[in-house]
């Protein structure tokens, strides 16, 4: 028989559930976790199964993914501690920014810290009919956006910067779905995109008479990585060999990024954050032939900067214990941890300093804060 549960049920189970584990000893791996993730279906949820699915497999340890279509939906029970962990994405820099949903009074900027991400590559795939070779050549072109998709749309402003180019230059068209922006291309409704290289429409632009190319960003053009850094400080050069049009033998320099990264709040204890790398270390055998992709799970790769948000001190302790953090590692994370703090004190003034604005003043007043605190930096 078929039990229905109310929502006030449900949620005090999660709270009891996570409670239970934070309630564990802090030096092992707790006997039950939460973890948010995407959709079931995406790539996001299918990293967080196959490592849960490790996790139980050489510790026993019993874990219910919280699967969410949005941002909030996978951050709020993190920063509740109503769940462990997230297996996150863009949203971690969004929600470390205070921008996008994360702009709300309720929000603000985040005090977050990530443990380790998988590699990930981003670009600009253009019909090879199109005649852009070069991500400068976009202009005037027209590229297609997905409405309502900050994920996508603010790595595509990044990808843009790269030759110093806006939306403002380019013939851009709002698609109403991921799957109009990536199916454009094929039916000759935009001449390019941004997406991975891996979805199954850049596979079917390949094959079609249109044809498939990627342009390149290349990591010698220090000024140009500037630009993206600054717009897309989880961002840095990547060289992707899988992929539509992509090979070991064609390799392209892309934009790389962490999907998906996993996130805690700051003060989970050091003690734990450090048994939940070290599991996922010792258990990478278990998961990483669950796809071609899963090997980048190798803290070799997963453990560096860039990210979305600063490590967490627990996992960069077991990362020099490894001899995995490099100066340049810990360069970035305090820059980075600068960078937050900086927002995070920006966000206070502004919130104290408009207590009584409408939300459309609010937002405007943050906007012009924030960019003064980035700045300034």
Known sequence: ????????????????????SHAADDDTLPSTMIWTAYNVGSAGYANASAVAD????AYGTRIRIQPSSTAIGRLRPVVNERADLGFLSSGTFFATEGIIDFADREWGPQDLRVIAGKAAAFGMPTAADADIETIGDVRGKRLAYVAGNPSVNVKC????????????????????TYTAAMSALKQDKADATCTLTTPSLMYELAESPRGIHWPEMPAADKEAWDRVTRMAPYASPYTETVGAGVSEDDPVE???????????RADTSEARVYEIIKALDETFDIYSNVSAAMPRWDLEEAGHAPMGA???PGAIRYLEE????????QAWNDKRLKRLEALQSAWKETVEAHPDASEEAFAEAWAERRAAAIESL
């Open 310 to 312: 600063p490590f967490h």
């Open 322 to 329: 490894k001899g995995i953090w490099t100066d340049e590692d």
């Open 254 to 264: 892309l934009m790389g990024y962490r999907y998906p990264q996993i996130v805690v």
């Open 54 to 57: 490790a996790f139980g497999k």
């Open 157 to 176: 402003d990044a990808v843009l910067a790269f030759a110093g180019l806006t939306r403002d230059d380019v013939d851009l068209r709002m698609f109403p």
């Open 1 to 20: 028989m078929m039990r229905v549960f109310s929502r006030p049920l449900i949620a005090a189970a999660l709270a009891t559930c996570a409670f239970a």
